[in-house]
T-cell receptor, first 111, second 118 residues
Framework: GQQVMQIPQYQHVQEGEDFTTYCNSS?????IQWYKQRPGGHPVFLIQ?????EVKKQKRLTFQFGEAKKNSSLHITATQTTDVGTYFC???????????FGGGTRLMVKP | DGGITQSPKYLFRKEGQNVTLSCEQN?????MYWYRQDPGQGLRLIYY???????QKGDIAEGYSVSREKKESFPLTVTSAQKNPTAFYLC?????????????????FGPGTRLLVL
């Protein structure tokens, strides 16, 4: 079936360091969404990417959608303790059906 | 204040007992979903619905049941057939897109219910 693989599963960083999580699909995506789940909380929508090669920024967060629309990344510059949480990507496939969530990357930030 | 609510926040289940988790939304969304999340894991789809009185099984529907009698409400029952029910249960809702991307609109999640087995 269609799967979205997300790496790494965990990442520890020192506050101020950068962080990147990657999402990969074996088949072409129609769109990709990113969500953040704080510890003990629920996933909250961050952004959606639709176009090939699209790049969007939200303050220190940069989201990219690959040219082939099979991969995406989320990069955080100069992490802060408020960035702690699990980041999920969710891919929509051209053939339709449900959003497919990746397994998530858990980010831990040491102050 | 628009949103999606779940109750209770914590729920305890005894052996052989059915329990029902509540999910209500006032976002006027057609689609509603139930996910299960185990500690440190991702989201697994249990059931989803696009219209009143209609719902479909997700990837892990065994041991669960749902109903959709009102657009705003999508309760989940964890039956005694679910042998390992301890998890964090998340309800979500979304609009329905047109065409083949029907289910690919942004999902809005409730605060979740933690189910523990006594």
């Amino acid at each position: 079936g269609q799967q979205v693989m997300q790496i790494p599963q965990y990442q520890h960083v020192q506050e101020g360091e950068d962080f990147t999580t990657y999402c990969n699909s074996s088949t072409t995506l129609s769109n990709i969404q990113w969500y953040k789940q704080r510890p003990g909380g629920h996933p909250v929508f961050l952004i959606q990417l639709v176009k090939s090669g699209e790049v969007k920024k939200q303050k220190r967060l940069t989201f990219q959608f690959g040219e082939a629309k099979k991969n995406s990344s989320l990069h955080i510059t100069a992490t802060q303790t408020t960035d702690v949480g699990t980041y999920f990507c969710a891919g929509g496939y051209v053939a339709g059906n449900m959003l497919t969530f990746g397994g998530g990357t858990r980010l831990m930030v040491k102050p | 204040d628009g949103g999606i609510t779940q109750s209770p926040k914590y729920l305890f289940r005894k052996e052989g007992q059915n329990v029902t988790l509540s999910c209500e939304q006032n976002l006027n969304h057609d689609a509603m979903y139930w996910y299960r999340q185990d500690p440190g894991q991702g989201l697994r789809l249990i059931y989803y619905s696009q219209i009143v009185n209609d719902f479909q099984k997700g990837d892990i529907a065994e041991g669960y049941s749902v109903s959709r009698e009102k657009k705003e409400s999508f309760p989940l029952t964890v039956t005694s057939a679910q042998k390992n029910p301890t998890a964090f249960y998340l309800c979500a809702s979304s609009r329905l897109a047109g065409g083949p991307a029907l289910w690919q609109e942004t999902q809005y999640f409730g605060p979740g219910t933690r189910l523990l087995v006594l």
